[in-house]
C-alpha cells in the first residue's frame, strides 16, 4: 500500500474550521483516499472517503488535489467532541482485499 | 456505542494463561478484522476473515489463534503471551462492497503480567 505523510499534532481553536494536510505522493491511480478518526478510549471511525472529486458528509469535507498527491480533511467548525486522532489511508481494493493500513495519523487538539 | 461488540473489555493474565477474546456483529457484513495497537501508535493489522475463511495473517505470532465460527463472531485464543503482548486489541468488520467503510469496537484492553 502506498504511504501517507501527515503531521504529528495540530491544534484548531473550538468553533473555527480545520484542515488536516495528508501527502501522498506515490499515490496510484485506483487508490482511494480514507479517513479515519479516532477518539479517546474509542475504536476508530469512518469519516469520509474519495477518489478525484472533492466530497462532503455529514461530518467532513474532503479536498483532493488535482495531481492527488496531496489531499485535505476539513472540519467546517471544531467542536471539543473533534479532539481525535485522524488517519489519512490509502486504499487499493483492486486484489479484492478490503483491508486498511494505519499510518502515524494527526493527533488534533481542540482549544476551548 | 457501536456496532460491533468486544468483550471482555478489559482483560489481565498471566503469562501462562489461556485466554480468548470475543467480537460480534449483526450486520451481515462478511468480513471481520482483528488488529492491535500498542500505546500511541496506530492501529496493526493481524488477522483478516473473509466469509469466515482466513485470508490474511500479517505474520503475527502462533500464540495468537484466530477463530470465525459464523459470520456474525470472531474470536481471538490467547495463550503464553508475553508481557510485550500487552494492548488495545481491536476488532472491526466490513461488507463485501468495493471501499466500504470498516466498523470498529472500541477494543479489549490487555494487560500481560
Known amino acids: 500500500d502506498a504511504k501517507t505523510t501527515q503531521p504529528n499534532s495540530m491544534e484548531s481553536n473550538e468553533e473555527e474550521p480545520v484542515h488536516l494536510p495528508c501527502n501522498h505522493s506515490t499515490i496510484s491511480g485506483t487508490d482511494y483516499i480514507h479517513w479515519y478518526r479516532q477518539l479517546p478510549s474509542q475504536g476508530p471511525e469512518y469519516v469520509i472517503h474519495g477518489l478525484t472529486s472533492n466530497v462532503n458528509n455529514r461530518m467532513a469535507s474532503l479536498a483532493i488535489a488535482e495531481d492527488r498527491k496531496s489531499s485535505t480533511l476539513i472540519l467546517h467548525r471544531a467542536t471539543l467532541r473533534d479532539a481525535a486522532v485522524y488517519y489519512c489511508?490509502?486504499?487499493?481494493?483492486?486484489?479484492?482485499?478490503?483491508?486498511?493500513?494505519f499510518g502515524t495519523g494527526t493527533r488534533l487538539t481542540v482549544i476551548p | 456505542d457501536t456496532e460491533v461488540t468486544q468483550t471482555p473489555k478489559h482483560l489481565v493474565m498471566g503469562m501462562t494463561n489461556k485466554k480468548s477474546l470475543k467480537c460480534e456483529q449483526h450486520m451481515g457484513h462478511r468480513a471481520m478484522y482483528w488488529y492491535k495497537q500498542k500505546a500511541k501508535k496506530p492501529p496493526e493489522l493481524m488477522f483478516v476473515y473473509s466469509y469466515e475463511k482466513l485470508s490474511i495473517n500479517e505474520s503475527v505470532p502462533s500464540r495468537f489463534s484466530p477463530e470465525c465460527p459464523n459470520s456474525s463472531l470472531l474470536n481471538l485464543h490467547l495463550h503464553a503471551l508475553q508481557p510485550e503482548d500487552s494492548a488495545l486489541y481491536l476488532c472491526a468488520s466490513g461488507s463485501d462492497v468495493y471501499n466500504s467503510p470498516l466498523h470498529f469496537g472500541n477494543g479489549t484492553r490487555l494487560t500481560v503480567t
Open positions: 489511508i490509502l486504499r487499493d481494493d483492486q486484489t479484492g482485499a478490503n483491508n486498511l493500513f
